[in-house]
């Protein structure tokens, strides 16, 4: 059979207090599913001319300080999900999300505490800022009161507005893998074959099951993200359900 594809997965990384280069590699945290949406916003701060208030018309605006780009996003964290050979099976979800806490946590430089410097990468997207907040919810419990799935909302921030950072991925030659494509919310009720038959592809619901590793393809729970472009060629590597209610990408 031939090989899976690779599945691109999004990292946090620490850098220095010149945001230039990556420091305590030791601290990196690979995400266990990728984001659905990355939200960019930008804001400049600006002030109205004094002495303008009693003229008529719209008073002119100066742009004041240098303004600030913010990413918002959502990680999801489930120790019940399939793990990588090479991770560690946890039995608590927040053994996981201490990873992600730990760019939040402030140091002590000197008399004051700083909080790292943060670069937030996944395929061609790169951002470097602070963690401004985070928010965990704990989602799912063992019977003996564990948590097991958890959902992390972070916001990082940098004091200023540049050109975007693009970098360098595979090429568009490239076959594009998993996790990069357009992933779709099962709708209540629906099955597999129900959603292959929406988009054309009901001939092909079996192998779009088996490439998302499915087990039960005729009771999706609701919001369950299916690619549904996978062939039985390509592991997505395990499922994920989350609250969703769009399509994403184009």
């Known amino acids: 059979m031939p090989d899976s594809q690779k599945l691109e ?28 949406t990355l939200k960019v916003s930008f804001a400049n701060q600006v002030a109205t001319p004094s002495g303008a208030g009693d003229q008529k018309g719209t008073p002119a605006r100066q742009f004041v300080g240098a303004g600030t780009t913010k990413l918002s996003l959502q990680l999801w964290f489930d120790v019940t999900a399939p793990m990588p050979p090479e991770q560690k099976k946890e039995q608590d979800v927040r053994k996981l999300t201490a990873k992600v806490a730990y760019f939040i946590t402030p140091k002590p430089e000197g008399d004051k505490f700083v909080p790292p410097a943060v670069r937030f990468i996944w395929g061609s997207f790169q951002f470097d800022g602070i963690m401004e907040s985070m928010e965990e919810s704990l989602e799912f419990f063992s019977s003996d009161g564990r948590p097991l799935r958890a959902s992390v909302t972070i916001n990082l921030t940098q004091q200023k507005i540049t050109e975007f950072t693009f970098r360098a991925t595979a090429g568009p030659g490239a076959k594009q893998s998993p996790g990069t494509r357009p992933l779709t919310p099962a709708p209540q009720g629906k099955s597999v074959q129900s959603m292959a038959d929406s988009q054309g592809k009901g001939d092909n619901w079996q192998d779009i099951a088996s490439a998302n590793n499915i087990e039960n393809p005729r009771l999706l729970q ?18 994920f359900q989350a609250s969703a209610s769009v399509t994403l990408g184009t």
């Open 9 to 36: 997965k999004a990292e946090l990384r620490e850098l220095d207090a010149e945001f230039k280069n990556e420091i305590n590699t030791d601290k990196k945290c690979q995400v266990q599913f990728n984001p659905e």
């Open 222 to 239: 609701p919001g369950q993200l299916v690619d549904m472009n996978a062939s039985a060629s390509v592991s997505v590597g395990g499922t």
